[in-house]
C-alpha cells in the first residue's frame, strides 16, 4: 500500500510542477509538459516492480505510437480557444483526438502496427 501511495504522490508533484511552471512562464511549462515525464515515471515503476523488459520496451513503443494522432490538437486548441471558449475548446480537442486516433488506426495497419486489440 506504501508503495502505491508513493507512486500516487511523485506523479501528482509532475502535474503540480508542470501547471505551476506554466503559470510563470508558458515556455516553461510547455516544456516541461512537452518532455515524456509521464512515460518516464511509468517506464520506471515498470521497471522497480519488475516487469519484464519485453513490456517495458512494448510501453515505450505504443506511447510513440499514441502520442503521434494527439499532436493535432495542439495546434487545434490555441485556434479554438479564442472562438469556443474553455470548455468548448477542450470538447471538441477530445473529439479531435478521438478521429485522428481512429484514422492513425487504419492508417498504420498496413505496416503491422496494431494499436487497437
Avoid at 500500500?1 to 507512486?7: A, Q
Avoid at 523488459?53 to 515505450?60: F, G, L, Q, T, Y
Amino acid at each position: 500500500m506504501g508503495w502505491i501511495i508513493t507512486k500516487y504522490l511523485v506523479t501528482a508533484a509532475v502535474v503540480v510542477l508542470v501547471s505551476e511552471a506554466a503559470k510563470r512562464s508558458d515556455k516553461l511549462g510547455g516544456f516541461i509538459a512537452a518532455l515524456p515525464l509521464v512515460t518516464f515515471l511509468a517506464l520506471i515503476w515498470l521497471y522497480v516492480e519488475k516487469q519484464p523488459e519485453e513490456k517495458i520496451s512494448n510501453h515505450a513503443w505504443y506511447t510513440f505510437w499514441y502520442v503521434l494522432p494527439t499532436l493535432p490538437m495542439f495546434l487545434a486548441f490555441p485556434f479554438w480557444l479564442p472562438r469556443l471558449g474553455f470548455w468548448l475548446t477542450l470538447l471538441a480537442s477530445v473529439g479531435l483526438t478521438v478521429v485522428c486516433f481512429g484514422l492513425f488506426v487504419l492508417l498504420v495497419r498496413p505496416f503491422g502496427i496494431h494499436l487497437l486489440p
